[in-house]
């Protein structure tokens, strides 16, 4: 079954202890993408990848960092998480640019 | 920095009425515009999307506008059913990256 598939789906964590969220995608897309969803604010872009070793800011990249050593996966990096980095994080994931965007099932962060 | 405007933030229509849903962007270079169907608790789904080369796309019920001159953008549903009910998401994404804007949501509630 083709399918963006993130983990874990719920995490609670203490301010300053690194996590990280992974991303793995079985259809072999070029394009991978992180967002995070907040009441009122919508879907917002953390880092996109356009291609393996190719990362590039979204539009709240601060905080974060992402890596893309191989083309399923595309994992989310909290050096330092800070309570107002709580949100739901959806990973996604596309065969080409101007193609549907596929989303994994969502994390549900809480940093307290 | 760029941005998508999206209008209403929650919209009611009676079972069988139209939908409208209007978004504005900002970035010149925006050549893709994606909307999303967001049910509650679930992940993102894309609906319907159009390319800057094109003024108007329909799939059944669903149909989008653009016009590229006002940087403006709408989605049209016609004969609204309940499972409509959802939060619906406009995007734009700028030419030649995998950067997307997106607005902020419009909450969607068909009454039967």
């Known amino acids: 079954e083709a399918q963006v598939t993130q983990n874990p789906r719920y995490l609670i964590t203490v301010t300053g202890k690194k996590l990280t969220v992974t991303c793995s995608q079985n259809?072999?897309?070029?394009?991978m993408s992180w967002y995070r969803q907040d009441p009122g604010l919508g879907l917002r872009q953390i880092y996109y990848s356009m291609n393996v070793e190719v990362t590039d800011k979204g539009d709240v990249p601060e905080g974060y960092k992402v890596s893309r050593k191989e083309k399923r996966n595309f994992p989310l990096i909290l050096e330092s998480p800070s309570p107002n980095q709580t949100s739901l994080y959806f990973c996604?994931?596309?065969?080409?640019?101007?193609?549907?965007?596929?989303f994994g099932q969502g994390t549900r962060l809480t940093v307290v | 920095g760029e941005n998508v405007e999206q209008h209403p933030s929650t919209l009611s229509v009676q079972e069988g009425d139209s939908a409208v849903i209007k978004c504005t962007y900002s970035?010149?270079?925006?050549?893709?515009f994606p909307w999303y169907k967001q049910e509650l608790g679930k992940r993102p789904q894309l609906i319907i999307d159009i390319r800057s080369n094109v003024g108007e796309k329909k799939d059944q019920r669903i149909a989008v506008t653009l016009n590229k001159t006002a940087k403006h953008f709408s989605l049209h549903i016609t004969e609204t059913q309940p499972e409509d009910s959802a939060v619906y998401f406009c995007a734009a994404r700028s030419s030649g990256t995998y950067k997307y804007i997106f607005g902020t949501g419009t909450r969607l509630k068909v009454l039967a």
């Open positions: 259809m072999n897309h070029e394009y």
């Open positions: 996604a994931s596309s065969m080409g640019m101007d193609n549907e965007a596929f």
């Open positions: 970035d010149s270079a925006s050549n893709y």
